[in-house]
């Protein structure tokens, strides 16, 4: 009974779970008529089973196991390949990283202007694709802005139009009838907290909980760390966050979810790639972490590359992409120091490598289109360059 099994706990902690053996009992006892009777404790046992069956089980009576561990032989091994996920619809990211694992916290860092927002945007865009759920929290953007950038990305160059304004200015808009097809085919699916919300650790976690409970979110996307309130002074603040971090990773392995946290990098003299000991906070957090990238824009100068002293062989190479995706570290494949190159298209705010995903046409877009969009100007220049090489090798 439940007094029993209070006690039974209480005597293993105090001798020992590896010096005790447990006995088991029977639950119930079946009478001839076919009723079930609850069998309590060894003295009922007794009564409806008899003695031999107590001498039975108290000679058979098990060890009892260690419950924080498992035997090895009884663990069941699974292959990444097996393990869901979200594919970033990027090539050479989801060759290399194969996707996003459900039950894994995520890491993205990049300085002001580097990217971070259309990356995380365009992930949005192809987990709900993927007919996975998503959920935001960003006071780096209001909702609305949120919501335009999201737009954009679903778009696409065949439904922005480019508007100049009155002094000049370059402007770009999605067109109503987009608009309303987006808003219809992504109802119930994208959902972004409130920015009249608290921005306590407690309603966001709430916020989080509820939503996946009862939408169903499968992406789970916080930008960023530093616009958290942890309620507390700055003297605890390093050991809320790391508090903060092992909940997300709790969360993420409990609900089967991907979670990513945006981190700012601490401040850095001159703009370059990051490295994981950039990221601002403990140092534990990054090792807490499943996976931790960085973005980088490319800068005028980096295009232009910069010659060696005599002048015919590149000191730094010229870099033709637009953005730069730093892999710092990947528990789950192991492919740390992976660099992918991004292009960037400025008015859907779309990242691609190839034409087939800057021609990319998400399912709200019901037409049929017989031709692609213009190939952008960086795979033209990309083209170029390889001809140009071969040209100049004969």
């Known amino acids: 009974d439940e007094a029993g099994n209070k006690m039974r706990k209480e005597v293993l902690y105090r001798l020992g779970t590896w010096r005790c053996k447990v006995v088991d009992i029977p639950q119930y006892f079946k009478k001839p008529s076919g009723a079930e009777v609850a069998v ?20 058979n009576a098990k060890d009892q196991p260690v419950a924080s561990v498992i035997d090895f032989s009884d663990i069941t091994e699974v292959d990444l390949s097996e393990i869901d996920g979200i594919y970033m619809g990027l090539d050479q990211f989801d060759k290399s990283l194969m996707r996003l694992f459900y039950g894994t916290f995520n890491i993205v860092t990049g300085s002001n202007g580097s990217g971070k927002s259309s990356f995380l945007s365009q992930l949005i865009c192809q987990s709900v694709e993927q007919g996975k759920d998503a959920w935001l929290y960003s006071r780096e953007l209001p909702n609305y802005m949120s919501k335009n950038w999201i737009n954009y990305i679903l778009a696409g160059n065949r439904h922005v139009k480019k508007y100049i304004s009155e002094r000049g200015a370059i402007y770009y808009k999605v067109s109503p009838d987009a608009r309303k097809k987006i808003d219809d085919y992504y109802r119930e699916h994208i959902y972004i907290y409130k920015d009249d919300y608290p921005n306590t650790i407690g309603d966001i976690q709430k916020s989080m909980e509820d939503s996946v409970r009862k939408y169903g979110s499968k992406l789970l996307i916080l930008d960023n760390l530093t616009t958290i309130n942890m309620n507390c002074g700055d003297n605890e603040k390093w050991g809320k966050q790391v508090d903060l971090v092992n909940w997300l990773i709790d969360f993420a392995k409990k609900f089967h979810v991907v979670v990513i946290l945006v981190i700012h990098p601490k401040k850095i ?5 990051l490295t994981k000991f950039d990221v601002q906070g403990l140092g534990s957090i990054v090792d807490l972490a499943h996976r931790l990238f960085s973005l980088y824009r490319v800068t005028p100068k980096d295009k232009e590359g910069e010659l060696s002293r005599n002048g015919k062989t590149w000191y730094k ?51 049929v289109y017989p031709n692609k969009l213009p190939t952008p100007k960086q795979l033209i220049q990309e083209t170029e360059e390889v001809f140009g090489t071969l040209k100049e090798g004969g």
């Open 40 to 59: 309590s404790d060894i003295n009922e046992m007794m009564y409806w089973y008899g003695k031999e069956a107590v001498l039975s089980a108290i000679i």
């Open 269 to 273: 003299e001159t703009m370059r790639r």
């Open 317 to 367: 190479k010229p870099i033709k992409y637009d953005v730069i995706f730093d892999v710092l570290k990947d528990r789950m494949t192991g492919m740390e120091n992976l660099s992918i190159g991004l292009y960037y298209d400025n008015p859907s705010r779309r990242f691609f490598t190839n034409e087939e995903e800057y021609n990319f046409k998400y399912s709200w877009d019901k037409e």
